[in-house]
């Protein structure tokens, strides 16, 4: 089974539930995105890992991360492996000194990549799980790498509308925000 390595792009506040959050994954070498909704308990956990930041006293995933490494065991990975009905399904792979073999442990999609940034390992998925709930980046390559990328300010309203329906199809906000900021300036 082909598998791919993925990266955190954001985590954003979702517009239409102000108590989720949008978790972005990418593909390290590509350009296919996945979406998942989490709570904001994760989001915050998640966001305090990527800043590089400390808490007062600690989360979860630094209690969880200072028990494995109390007892040695050690975390290998995150693998988002499974979706069914919108649900993300995941599961991270641990090893240990007193284990003979590795054991890969269920876990809410939210949860294994908090564990996985607190322990610096990697995240995957598979491309089964990218073909049923990817999305593309549409808006900066369109599929093609050596397309030429025009400032927005050079191109027509209708095609500043194309790609904001495909940067909001593709949930890249910011660049939304950009395009949307230019249609009206006109």
Do not use: W
Not at 79 to 95: N, Q, R
Not at 127 to 156: D, F, W, Y
């Amino acid at each position: 089974m082909h598998r791919i390595k993925l990266e955190i792009v954001a985590v954003t506040p979702q517009i239409h539930n102000p108590n989720a959050y949008s978790l972005i994954l990418q593909e390290m070498d590509g350009i296919r995105r996945i979406t998942i909704t989490i709570g904001m308990a994760e989001a915050q956990a998640i966001a305090i890992q990527l800043q590089g930041m400390s808490t007062a006293r600690p989360l979860v995933y630094d209690f969880i991360n200072k028990l494995t490494g109390e007892f040695s065991i050690r975390i290998l990975e995150a693998e988002i492996y499974k979706v069914e009905g919108g649900i993300f399904h995941s599961k991270v792979t641990c090893e240990s000194k007193t284990h003979p073999y590795k054991t890969a442990i269920d876990a809410r999609t939210s949860d294994a990549v908090a564990m996985a940034l607190k322990s610096k390992c990697p995240i995957y998925t598979t491309e089964e799980v990218m073909l049923a709930a990817g999305n593309c980046m549409e808006t900066r390559h369109q599929g093609n790498k050596n397309m030429e990328i025009k400032p927005l300010a050079a191109l027509s309203v209708s095609e500043l509308k194309t790609l904001l329906r495909r940067a909001i199809k593709c949930e890249d906000y910011e660049q939304a925000t950009k395009i949307r900021d230019e249609i009206n300036r006109r």
